[in-house]
């Protein structure tokens, strides 16, 4: 297809593929409005309320159970002690019951913890279904416009990345966030129940452990930054090495690439191993903070425990509750970076899916393919994919039915920009494009794009058998139809050379068919829809001459008995058309025959020449 680049507004830079809401030693990306956002996402939680409530309910009684467990455990343990002292001797079958109650508590919060695990992924995995198909419908709504001023990787990132992010941060979240305030509730209670005094050297211990997080967190988040950088910038200067490792040896620049290649690894290097000793120190401090605790509780506990104001078992229960009540801790502001990631996620979801859509159409007209005698006519069409900077000014041509229509002109002149404005990938500004004397605006989009078969320079071929790509416009099509397109196209010598004939799997890329013969593919796929009009974008213009040959005879075929509009780059290929537009600054300067037209010695004689003469 035609450069528009210079027609069309700039395109922001290409976002990629965004790694998870917690890339390593990284902030989570902040939303613009967070609390927009999140409404929005509650609502498409809004039928699934009750599931979440049953959710929250499961959550409550599994994390009841757990925190109950320390304290009838520590039960166990003050009959064994009371058992050592007694004359009676250990009384086995109140340890049994006790121990059965252990067993119940584990196994009832293990079941209601499965529930609620199962429910929030199915509702996780609804959301992440109803996230993908409305992305999906708004593609296909979107005008081309969108698609210009947007990377592929950005909406890809939408459907993947992003889309994934809010699946499993919603999963991890929604659960976490209603356990671990239970769970700090309850074991504040349980602390408190045992001993006051032990709870409070609980509590002094937490501030500090938060202060030497903070110091450290802020000291690694600065050389991870630089590491994630370094990262980044070594795997470019490799990839751009290996890739382009033929010129590096031509003009002897491994001494250089190498040179490079040090500075960068000695970068991260620095960062790498400072970054991980920081925090490396995390866990050893906070154990050290953690046994300075145990160590005081132990001491406290034992002067209590000896004053009849606890007892052993108490003790044990409690350092069980302290060793878990910095967890639930670290989860709920661990659960605000994943907000936060979620809410970044929705948004750039949110903004792909607020875009402007095409405008909805109410058909007035419609034409049936089979009466469609093909005459076309442009009047006055003014059209700028910037408004303020026209492309196409006052275009006027009227084309007579199966006429053979070549245009040409220098890139930029605005030859694909035609193209797209009959296909109605974008409305015209001004005046009217007219199809057998109707007005394609007053048309449907589908019934005018039915009416053009097309070939462009840029080949397509999905993943699938060979059969399926030449039947993408016309599914059910037989055997024997799609054997007569590609005979007519001059490929079904090819496909019969392959391993699985029309059965092969070929794919996008197609690496084991030439450019020509993927082009064969897409004449052959034309030919099969068998569209009253015809559209050939270059379709010679990166293969060989002997098989330029072929695809030209193979175009002559198809655009035999229909008007046919070709656009062109070697003027070699059109000159037996039946009017030459030729065309510069959005307008024709010229229009005739391919001699009349050289006998003008205008524009067309010029760009003639300097293909034919001077080479």
């Given amino acids: 297809m035609e450069n528009k680049s210079t027609q069309q ?29 999140m409404l929005t996402v509650l609502k498409y939680l809004r039928p699934y309320w009750i599931y979440m409530g049953f959710v929250a309910v499961c959550a409550i009684i599994s994390t009841s159970f757990a925190i109950a467990s320390p304290k009838v455990l520590g039960n166990m343990t003050d009959e064994i002690i009371k058992g050592l002292f007694s004359p009676a001797g250990i009384n086995f079958d109140n340890i049994a019951i006790i121990g059965f109650w252990l067993i119940g508590l584990f196994t009832l919060s293990a079941i209601f913890s499965y529930i609620q695990s199962w429910i929030m992924a199915s509702i996780s995995q609804k959301i992440t279904y109803k996230f993908r198909r409305d992305i999906s419908e708004k593609i296909a709504r979107l005008p081309l416009r969108y698609f210009d001023r947007h990377e592929n990787g950005d909406i890809v990132s939408h459907i993947t990345n992003d889309v994934e992010t809010i699946s499993q941060n919603l999963n991890q979240s929604m659960t976490q966030l209603v356990t671990s305030v239970v769970m700090i509730i309850g074991i504040l209670i349980m602390m408190l129940s045992i001993s006051w005094q032990l709870t409070m050297i609980a509590i002094l211990i937490l501030p500090t452990s938060m202060i030497i997080i903070t110091v450290i967190v802020k000291r690694s988040q600065r050389y991870y930054t630089k590491q994630q950088a370094a990262l980044g910038e070594i795997d470019g200067h490799i990839d751009e090495m290996f890739s382009n490792h033929a010129i590096v040896k031509t003009f002897n620049g491994e001494a250089s690439a190498i040179k490079t290649f040090d500075h960068i690894n000695r970068k991260l290097h620095n960062s790498g191993w400072k970054s991980q000793f920081w925090s490396g120190l995390m866990m050893p401090i906070m154990q050290f903070i953690s046994n300075l605790g145990y160590v005081a509780v132990a001491v406290v506990g034992g002067w209590l425990a000896i004053n009849g104001k606890v007892t052993i078992g ?237 695809i030209q005879s193979a175009m002559d075929k198809l655009s035999h008995g229909r008007t046919s509009f070709v656009i062109a780059h070697r003027l070699s290929t059109i000159r037996n058309a039946d009017v030459i537009l030729v065309m510069r600054d959005g307008n024709i300067v010229e229009h005739g025959s391919h001699e009349g037209l050289l006998a003008e010695k205008g524009y067309y004689a010029e760009l003639y020449n300097s293909q034919f003469i001077n080479s």
């Fill in 9 to 37: 507004p700039t395109r922001r830079p290409m976002m990629g593929f965004r790694g998870g809401p917690m890339a390593m030693g990284g902030k989570p990306e902040k939303p613009k409005h967070f609390k927009k956002t």
């Fill in 314 to 550: 108490d003790i044990q229960a409690f350092i069980q509750y302290m060793s878990q009540f910095t967890q639930p801790i670290s989860q709920t502001a661990n659960i605000a970076n994943v907000l936060q990631a979620t809410a970044a996620a929705a948004e750039r979801i949110f903004e792909f899916l607020d875009a402007k859509e095409e405008k909805k159409e109410n058909a007035r007209e419609s034409i049936d393919p089979e009466s469609v005698i093909g005459e076309v006519s442009f009047n006055s069409v003014y059209f700028g994919y910037d408004k303020e900077q026209p492309v196409i000014k006052d275009f006027t041509i009227h084309i007579k039915p199966k006429q053979n229509i070549a245009i040409v002109g220098p890139t930029g002149a605005g030859k694909t920009t035609i193209v797209n404005l009959l296909m109605r990938f974008y409305d015209i500004d001004s005046g009217i494009i007219k199809i057998d004397g109707i007005d394609s605006s007053a048309m449907n989009r589908h019934d005018v794009r039915q009416l053009f078969g097309m070939v462009l320079q840029d080949t397509w071929l999905f993943q699938g058998t060979i059969a399926e790509n030449i039947a993408y416009g016309k599914p059910n099509a037989t055997h024997e139809e799609i054997v007569d397109a590609a005979k007519a196209a001059h490929v079904d010598h090819l496909i019969n050379t392959l391993p699985a004939g029309y059965k092969t799997i070929i794919s996008e890329t197609a690496d084991s068919i030439s450019a020509g013969e993927k082009q064969l593919l897409t004449i052959a796929r034309a030919i099969l829809a068998d569209s009253p009009m015809l559209i050939l974008d270059e379709a010679t213009s990166s293969v060989d001459t002997r098989t330029e040959l072929l």
